[in-house]
């Protein structure tokens, strides 16, 4: 596999961009790129509360697909900013339905990682009609033992940078860093919320990498973005996700027909391979892909897990053309 950037797609401009209103007081950023008359794919963006970047464009051929992403509610673009009202996985595919409908789409393409692995499985279960098929990667599934593994867990392999994201808080309050960290995040202190979501991102952009990255982690701490992730996140976090437990994996067997590509990072330390592993097992005809020298993000100086996922989604492009011809 290329050690490099070169064979990545162009991050191309987007041909329009628009604002769409979808109820509870919050109204999307959506941006169209790539060719107008392609396969239609939408990026769903990890966090939740992450919002899009120019660069997560570029692992999709421009000529063949027409690129939908867009900032879920509260995130990136989007507004209001950070706000938690009416903000909810069912929400966010109800918007995803907005989107789709308001551009005229039949069916799309589903892709995303992290979070957007996750609401890419709830919206295929829940509209599985509208989709051509997936590619997912850094599988998360929002359950109670993969939370746990971020917040505590994770000290396994990072105790050093574990150590400084956990004395952020009181001694007496370190056994639930989520509920510590949530109730700083929704407090009324501004100046608290802000150092809450900072610590949070610190840590998170630290973990995230193969090898460190000091500008990654410095692009994830701009307080008002930090700010946004971390109090959306946390939510989804304290809410399960808004899922029934073991649901995503339970209802599998809605979009096993579909083609699918899944790819994980062997060393994911954020969303670790166990639970990419139970998805492929309930989803053997999917395609699985192990990058080997990745983390959960890929960076200029460990490009291996976007140059996988370019390759997933060339397969897929092939597949669908070729079905069309």
Not at 293 to 305: D, F, K, R
Request: hydrophobic share 40%; aromatic share 10%; with cysteine.
């Amino acid at each position: 596999m290329p050690d490099d950037y070169s064979t990545l797609y162009e991050a191309v401009e987007p041909y329009r961009s628009l604002r769409l209103p979808v109820g509870d007081g919050h109204e999307l950023h959506v941006d169209l790129s790539g060719n107008p008359d392609g396969i239609p794919v939408v990026f769903l963006h990890g966090g939740p509360g992450g919002g899009t970047k120019p660069a997560q464009r570029k692992t999709f051929d421009p000529s063949a697909f027409r690129i939908v992403t867009f900032d879920q509610r509260g995130a990136g673009r989007s507004s209001p900013l950070a706000e938690l009202a009416g903000n909810t996985t069912q929400a966010l595919i109800a918007d995803l339905e907005r989107i789709r409908e308001h551009l005229g789409i039949e069916r799309w393409l589903v892709t995303g990682g992290s979070w957007g692995s996750c609401l890419g499985l709830a919206y295929g279960q829940a509209h599985p009609e509208r989709c051509l098929g997936f590619r997912l990667h850094g599988i998360f599934m929002a359950e109670r033992a993969e939370i746990d593994w971020w917040f505590h867990g994770s000290r396994t392999i990072f105790p050093d940078h574990w150590e400084t994201f956990a004395n952020f808080v009181p001694e007496a309050e370190r056994g639930d860093l989520l509920g510590a960290y949530y109730r700083r995040l929704t407090g009324p202190d501004r100046e608290q919320q802000l150092a809450a979501a900072v610590a949070l991102r610190t840590f998170s952009g630290k973990t995230q990498t193969f090898l460190p990255d000091a500008e990654h982690v410095a692009a994830l701490t701009e307080p008002d973005a930090a700010l946004a992730l971390a109090r959306i996140f946390t939510h989804y976090c304290v809410n399960g996700a808004f899922f029934e437990p073991g649901q995503l994996l339970r209802d599998v067997s809605r979009i096993r027909h579909l083609p699918a590509e899944i790819v994980q990072g062997r060393y994911d330390i954020v969303t670790p391979m166990c639970t990419a592993w139970r998805l492929k097992t309930a989803w053997p005809e999917a395609r699985f892909t192990i990058v080997t020298e990745a983390n959960h993000a890929a960076t200029p100086s460990a490009p291996a897990l976007s140059l996988a996922l370019r390759d997933a989604t060339d397969r897929l492009r092939d597949s669908m053309l070729a079905l069309a011809a």
